[in-house]
């Protein structure tokens, strides 16, 4: 049971973010994902791209630059 309801929650999970991904610049996400305590992996796992990708975007994010996604 308990495995049923964990597959559930993260199905859920990502049916969030793909709702919250539409319409939304993927480097705003990965600040406000990372802002709340998300790992560039979980943040890379829900928003379908790389754990470089996440850091890269990250590191711009804090130098003052825009990301390209």
């Not at 939304?24 to 796992?45: C, D, H, N, T, Y």
């Amino acid at each position: 049971m308990d495995k049923e309801i964990n597959e559930t929650l993260k199905e859920v999970v990502m049916l969030l973010a793909v709702l919250v991904k539409k319409g939304s610049m993927q480097s705003v996400l990965i600040r406000e994902l990372s802002a709340v305590g998300f790992k560039p992996k979980r943040i890379a796992e829900l928003l379908g791209t790389t754990p470089n990708t996440v850091r890269v975007a990250l590191h711009q994010i804090k130098r003052g630059k825009k990301s390209k996604k």
